[in-house]
């Protein structure tokens, strides 16, 4: 039932996020006010349905202007996004993760396909951070064209949710599209498709392995407003916290890891004994679950 009100969430979530079902009549993408909002969750400008834009899109957008913008000494930078999300990972740290990406959803659902699982090693928890400094904010200020512009070097070579919910779905749109795919397209269902295999064998490989708004959101977990509290003194070492943790982590031993993605499982569903409770700005709380004494479970 728990999970049952994340799902809800992430669903409605994903179609509010793209909610112009008028484009199999327009054949085109939405572009109206909401545009120049950015979603919380990644989620692609160029989705024919997406009603916002995408934070990653519009942070690369940003840096692959600057050059440009001191060039034509104009100092006026979209900053914007930056403090948007900055807001947001200050309020709730890597929430929107857990309960908001519309990527996220679709990574659950697959690895609901029962089958052989596996755990995703330690080390590639690292490769959010690479991709985040390289594609996001170096590449893109770094290589520039004639006048001076960037490329959108995640979005050009590497985004999956940008294949699945734009590229493919306006080359069926648009019939004239196809004529001008190229390796580079093939490169990238190349990897939408890697990915989904894995989304099947492994909890959250994207998210785990490459997302660069999750290494952005991760930055604020030690320091949100809304954290999660350990009780040691309740805590039976059952290691019911790491079983269900979706991207592996041992509660216990690092509450609020950069990892979490705040689904909260653990607090509301995992810990039998009370040993996670969640505060926010004063307000604190713990899982209504019947708690069970550390003591009697010996
Ligand atoms: S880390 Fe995963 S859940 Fe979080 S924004 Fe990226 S894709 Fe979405
Ligand atoms: S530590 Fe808890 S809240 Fe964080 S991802 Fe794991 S189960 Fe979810």
């Known amino acids: 039932m728990r999970q049952h009100l994340r799902r809800i969430i992430q669903s409605l979530s994903a179609l509010l996020l793209n909610g112009y079902w008028y484009f199999p009549v327009s054949r085109t993408i939405y572009q109206g006010r909401l545009k120049s909002i950015c979603s919380p969750g990644l989620n692609c400008h160029s989705c ?51 309960w908001i990406c519309p990527f996220g959803l679709i990574q659950d659902l697959l690895f609901k396909i029962p089958g052989r699982k596996i755990r995703i090693p330690y080390i590639f928890s690292y490769g959010p951070y690479i991709f985040l400094a390289l594609t996001i904010f170096i590449l893109p200020v770094w290589v520039v064209d004639a006048f001076g512009y960037g490329f959108l070097w995640f979005c050009k070579f590497i985004c999956p949710a940008g294949t699945l919910e734009a590229g493919l779905p306006l080359l069926i749109l648009q019939p004239t599209l196809r004529m001008m795919v190229g390796h580079l397209f093939y490169i990238k269902v190349a990897v939408l498709f890697f990915l989904i295999t894995g989304s099947v064998l492994a ?50 031993e690092s509450p609020n890891d950069r990892r979490c993605i705040r689904c909260l499982v653990c607090l509301r569903e995992s810990c039998a004994f009370g040993a996670i409770s969640w505060e926010m700005g004063g307000l604190e709380g713990q899982s209504s679950r019947p708690k069970t004494s550390p003591v009697n479970s010996q």
Not at 78 to 83: A, I, N
Not at 238 to 250: A, F, G, Q, S
């Open 48 to 98: 024919p349905a997406a009603t916002t834009a995408c934070p990653l899109g519009a942070i690369q957008n940003f840096m692959a202007g600057i050059r440009a913008s001191l060039e034509a000494a104009r100092y006026h930078f979209g900053f914007y996004v930056l403090g948007w999300l900055g807001i947001i990972g200050g309020l709730v740290g890597r929430m929107p993760c857990g």
């Open 203 to 252: 909890s959250r490989p994207f998210c785990r392995t490459v997302c660069p708004l999750g290494a952005f959101y991760s930055f604020f977990n030690r320091a949100s407003l809304f954290q999660l509290k350990y009780h040691p003194e309740k805590c039976t070492h059952c290691e019911l916290c790491y079983r269900d943790c979706p991207v592996d982590i041992k509660f216990y």
